[in-house]
């Protein structure tokens, strides 16, 4: 079943000026910033450069969680995300900074849907975002794992075949499953001594 719509973010909480402000003040005024491109390919280039605000070496386009972007007949921006995992706790920052750029760039009235299905996998996290993991210092996930039918629920320590992201070390051994996000394990280089987060598989 998709829920794109269902489970649309009220535009009161999507608005710069936060909760209670009704849609119709969000923006009246609907404008079309002048470039290169249609309006759609300018407003999703606007979004897709939006940064994550946990992990900021990562746009939200490069971590997957920007779905989509439209503009509809009204004129009004559509930006879809998907949460990374549910009770994500950056995914208010997510939507206001992506209300607050593109209407920084000109573009009147925005909307930000969240999308909760297909949910999202860390195998969604693009090249270039993986590269950008490693240039920070993080271990980009390795696969996602594949699972149909219900999840199993197991108490035994995760494995993970990873490499030191600053000497390339394989040389590793887990400190503690949650590193300094929910969404991150700590690890440590048997060679190079040096503490790193891994971004987990999920």
């Known amino acids: 079943m998709s829920v794109r719509g269902a489970v649309t973010a009220g535009a009161e909480k999507l608005t710069p000026a936060g909760p209670g402000m009704p849609r119709e003040r969000a923006g009246t005024e609907t404008l079309t910033p002048a470039g290169p491109g249609t309006l759609r390919e300018r407003a999703a280039a606007v ?4 940064r994550d605000p946990e992990m900021p070496m990562l746009t939200l386009a490069d971590l997957g969680v920007l779905r989509d972007v439209q503009v509809d007949e009204d004129g009004v921006v559509v930006a879809s995300i998907t949460p990374t995992y549910s009770g994500c706790p950056a995914m208010a920052t997510m939507r206001d900074d992506l209300v607050h750029r593109l209407t920084d760039a000109g573009f009147g009235r925005v909307e930000v849907r969240v999308v909760l299905e297909p949910a999202w996998t860390s195998d969604w996290i693009t090249e270039h975002g993986r590269a950008a993991l490693r240039d920070a ?7 996602a794992p594949r699972r149909d039918g219900p999840v199993p629920l197991t108490l035994g320590v995760t494995r993970r075949a990873l490499s030191c992201p600053r000497c390339g070390s394989s040389r590793t051994e887990k400190v503690s499953e949650f590193g300094a996000t929910a ?3 700590l690890y440590r280089c048997a060679d190079c001594l040096e503490p790193f987060d891994h971004v987990k598989e999920l």
Do not use: D, R, T, Y
């Open 183 to 185: 969404c991150k394990a």
């Open 47 to 50: 979004a897709g450069a939006v």
């Open 137 to 143: 210092g993080l271990s980009p996930p390795g696969p």
